[in-house]
Every structure is written in structure tokens, then in C-alpha cells.
């Protein structure tokens, strides 16, 4: 089981921080990260990171504005968002695989409940 938190409102230039932590059958996924959808487009990968090796990939829209981290002692994955644009609004969601490498192909083992993020502008 994925469960994130930490979405809210923010005016753009803001900063939010998403959470997530594992549990379950989750525990033992060596890679998670991030994707989010907004209203009307499909899901888009966002970050990953793998806990192995820390290697993290981005897509490019978010790179040098989101960071994405983890603490293995707590089996979570954080998503620390800056300067961000209205175009960021989403629902933003958790998900677990076997690295970030296939995360960002789009190889996921679990899903979590989105939280929503609203950028204004």
C-alpha cells in the first residue's frame, strides 16, 4: 500500500512537499517515485528514485524546480516541489516498481491515491 500526502493550494512561485510511505506488500519495491495527470491528459511520469543505488531520473519540465529523496529507515519517498507554475496543477501520484529506471518507462508494480495539487496564478 502507497499512501501520499502533502498536496494543497499554492500561488505560483510556491513550494509544496508530497510525501509517501510504504507498506505491505510495497515494502520491498526497490524503486519509487512519482507521476501525476491533470484534467483532460493522461498520466505523466514525474520523478523516480531507486533505493539501492539512488539513481533518480526527471522529466524535463521539472528539472532544477522538483527534488525527489528518500529515507529508507521510514520506506518513504518525498517529492520537494519549488517555484511551481500553474501548469504543475495535477493529481499527483505515488507509485512503486522494480528501479526508477522503470518507473520512468512506465513498468509499475503498485499504485497510490493521488493527492491533489492546485497551483494558481
Known amino acids: 500500500q502507497l499512501q501520499a500526502s502533502g498536496g494543497g493550494l499554492v500561488q505560483a512561485g510556491g513550494s509544496l512537499r508530497l510525501s509517501c510511505a510504504a507498506s505491505?506488500?510495497?515494502?520491498?519495491?526497490?524503486?519509487m517515485g512519482w507521476f501525476r495527470q491533470a484534467p483532460g491528459k493522461e498520466r505523466e511520469f514525474v520523478a523516480a528514485?531507486?533505493?539501492?543505488?539512488?539513481?533518480?531520473y526527471y522529466t524535463d519540465s521539472v528539472k532544477g524546480r522538483f527534488t525527489i529523496s528518500r529515507d529508507n529507515s521510514k520506506n518513504a519517498v518525498y517529492l520537494q516541489m519549488n517555484s511551481l507554475k500553474p501548469e504543475d496543477t495535477a493529481v499527483y501520484y505515488c507509485?512503486?516498481?522494480?528501479?526508477?529506471?522503470?518507473?520512468?518507462?512506465?513498468?509499475?508494480?503498485?499504485w497510490g491515491k493521488g493527492t491533489q495539487v492546485t497551483v494558481s496564478s
Open positions: 505491505g506488500r510495497t515494502f520491498s519495491s526497490n524503486g
Open positions: 528514485i531507486t533505493r539501492s543505488d539512488d539513481n533518480i
Open positions: 507509485a512503486a516498481g522494480t528501479t526508477a529506471w522503470a518507473l520512468r518507462g512506465y513498468s509499475i508494480n503498485y
